[in-house]
């Protein structure tokens, strides 16, 4: 262990800072900065009055004077929405009751959280359980995708919708890339990997060509198509696929251990 981490009664545990993501102001005047490298968080500082609200558990750390209420926002629509997008049944709302009081959310698996400012009548549309904290302004629903292809894509009927006026953070699984597609322009994605895309790009799941590649090519049958004209957000590390990589190497259903363990 370094030094620097040793503790010693009565000295001050030396731990660096952590690293800065990125820094704003939310649409609503609160100040954040998405701090770390691979487990990020959230800290942000509420102005008095100001609401932000979260599914239940997303709460890190936060000071005194912020007043926290559970309920289940948006009535049965909401719930239900919530309950099919693989959010949970609750949401907590996070009133602060005094200026710059501070307040931390932190995402569950290793990736980036993004912060999206949306304003009157603008939306993004985002994979299942991508959502971490918004102000009380943003509205969220469910977006099911017509073409009956989407069930097979990856990410199924159903994906997250949130209307602004306001902020909101999402956390996605690995590192993140942007691309803006201009008017007809198509991106072939594998499933899994779409993570955010403007409400003006279409999506829709075609079939892999060829006998060969279906068989052995490892991607599996289906592509997801984007087209646009419209930003999208691709994440390198869907959870799907890494816990599938996990998986073999934990024991099996009749004990045995299977990868570094040997069969």
Known sequence: MSEAYTNVPGQRLDIPDPVVAVSGTTMGGANYKVLGTIMQTVVMHLRAGQTVYTET???SWMQEGIRMDTNMRGGLG???G???TGESLFVANFTAERDNAMIAFS???PGKIIPLN???GQSIIAQRDSFLVAEKSVNMAVQFQRRFGAFFGGEGLLMQRFDGPGTVFVALDGEVVEYTLGPGERL?????HVALFEPSVEFSVELVKGFKNILFGGEGLLFATLTGPGRVWLQSMPMSKLAGAIAQYLPSAEGSK???LGG
């Open 188 to 192: 072939k994605v594998d499933t899994g």
């Open 82 to 84: 919530r309950v099919f």
């Open 118 to 120: 949306l304003a009157q």
């Open 258 to 260: 299977q990868g570094l």
């Open 57 to 59: 558990g997303a709460l």
């Open 78 to 80: 909401g719930i239900l």
């Open 107 to 109: 995402a569950e698996f």
